[in-house]
């Protein structure tokens, strides 16, 4: 019993420590941000967030891929094609930034694969052949490193989704890659630690996709 006291006491002892450290601090209320934004101006103030961890913690590759995915997401909030490009040019140069402190990473790739994916929407009858083969490549080579990245998983259900729309091809193929999304975020979820700075999010899209597909 008194061991188990003493485990306990040093256990809180050690979270409190590392919830102390600067970098921890501010990677947990940036994280907060995305988790409550809410719109273009909000995305971006994440973005602006992780973009000042990541000018001071240049050895760590989570600001600048949480920068990245923020200023993706923000893409997604407005419909002017200008702005569009502009956020989605800044997130491809935050993920030029985590790639270089940690490159061939699932993660890293999958979220490329993201941000070719949201080009195409920009212009489709223009942009699919090339950006869907590039995003496409991307997603392929995050579940060859991973093939558990539910992320990865699911974005590549979106875009086979879109490819057999815009051909007029069924879609059975891309909604049971989206089933086996799902199942990898439901044990994600159950798995995640609290403390982490690993990407979680999808989960909430890949619902959504799931509803699309029973349409």
């Not at 491809?92 to 195409?120: C, K, P, V």
């Amino acid at each position: 019993m008194k061991k188990t006291i003493i485990l306990i006491l040093m256990m809180s002892f050690s979270v409190g420590i590392w919830a102390q450290n600067p970098y921890v601090e501010s990677m947990m209320k940036g994280m907060e941000l995305i988790k409550k934004a809410q719109g273009k101006d909000q995305y971006i103030t994440a973005a602006n967030h992780f973009d000042r961890i990541a000018q001071v913690e240049k050895e760590q590759w989570h600001p600048a891929y949480h920068a990245a995915f923020s200023k993706a997401i923000a893409a997604t909030q407005v419909s002017d094609p200008s702005m569009i490009e502009e956020f989605l040019d800044g997130a491809q140069s935050s993920l030029d930034n985590a790639s270089s402190i940690i490159d061939n990473h699932s993660e890293i790739l999958a979220l490329q694969g993201f941000i070719h994916m949201l080009r195409i929407g920009v212009d489709p009858m223009t942009r699919a052949q090339q950006y869907s083969g590039m995003s496409s490549a991307s997603l392929q080579k995050a579940i060859a490193l991973d093939e558990n990245n539910p992320r990865a998983i699911f974005l590549l259900a979106q875009l086979s989704y879109g490819t057999a729309q815009f051909f007029g091809s069924g879609t059975e193929e891309a909604c049971q890659l989206n089933e086996k999304a799902l199942a990898l975020f439901a044990a994600e979820e159950k798995n995640k630690k609290d403390a982490s700075f690993d990407p979680q999010w999808g989960r909430n899209m890949s619902e959504s996709f799931k509803e699309q597909c029973a349409n």
